[in-house]
């Protein structure tokens, strides 16, 4: 019986990577299909308009394009992997569990797009006229690779996208019991060192620089300890921990 068992459950994984991976294709398909439109409206974006994007090999263009679809692919197939993770685990959970744990899939997606869209029309902005009003002090010709342009871009966009699933990060460590009030209060000053570090890191280097970006990861922060204490709380005066 217990080989019956995993036979069944190595099947199920097999259904639901095949799904997850027809997806993926169905939406890389689509990112080759509007990546050129996306990469005419990054070009046309404040800051990003008067730069020229210049190749120095054969395969930059194509390159960047193959990028541009795959990330394209893997943003959306993002809730649909998590969802079928789900599913997956869905028998196990109680009515109750599986109705938390669903609503997971679209708050961190959802939370990822407000980070990408922040870091991007925020931040990042930030970083060129920084980095652009340094070229011109010194007196260099500024002449960009579409490829490294590229990679600064997704330097400062990623890590900033990423942060901003804290909030799914601490409520699921809390719901597992790994993150209490008290360990969360003890690690404040912690984190708001870690996060200032972080918002220097991807901020240019002048104080309103730091500031516009530091203090929404503060905030994010705080947001975060306030869902994960509430859900400590909810889990505290649970019935089966009365």
């Keep these: 019986m217990e080989q019956e068992d995993w036979i069944f459950h190595l099947t199920e994984v097999r259904k639901r990577l095949l799904l997850v991976f027809g997806w993926f294709v169905a939406t890389l398909c689509v990112g080759l299909y509007v ?36 990330l394209f692919a893997l943003l959306f197939t993002l809730p649909v992997l998590l969802y079928q993770l789900w599913a997956f685990v869905r028998p ?9 744990a669903l609503s997971y899939v679209p708050a961190s997606f959802m939370l990822f797009l407000v980070g990408l869209a922040f870091s991007y029309l925020v931040v990042f902005p930030m970083m060129l006229r920084f980095m652009k009003n340094m070229n011109s002090t010194i007196g260099a010709v500024e002449t960009y ?25 601490m409520l699921f460590l809390t719901r597992i019991g790994l993150l209490t009030p008290e360990r969360l209060k003890t690690g404040r000053k912690y984190a708001y060192v870690g996060l200032a570090i972080l918002g220097s890191c991807i901020s240019p ?11 929404p990861l503060f905030m994010l922060f ?16 649970s019935p089966a921990n009365g």
């Design 92 to 100: 196990g959970l109680t009515d109750k569990e599986a109705k938390g």
């Design 35 to 70: 990546s050129p439109s996306i990469l005419r409206f990054i070009k046309s974006q404040p800051g990003a308009d008067g730069i020229e994007w210049n190749v120095f090999s054969f395969t930059d263009g194509l390159l960047i394009y193959m990028k541009c679809a795959l």
């Design 145 to 169: 690779g579409i490829d490294k342009y590229f990679s600064f871009l997704f330097d400062v966009v990623l890590p900033m996208s990423a942060a901003f699933e804290l909030p799914v990060v």
């Design 205 to 215: 280097p002048d104080m309103l620089s730091h500031l516009s970006v530091t203090i």
């Design 222 to 237: 705080e947001i975060s300890v306030f869902v994960s204490g509430r859900q400590w709380r909810m889990t505290q005066e």
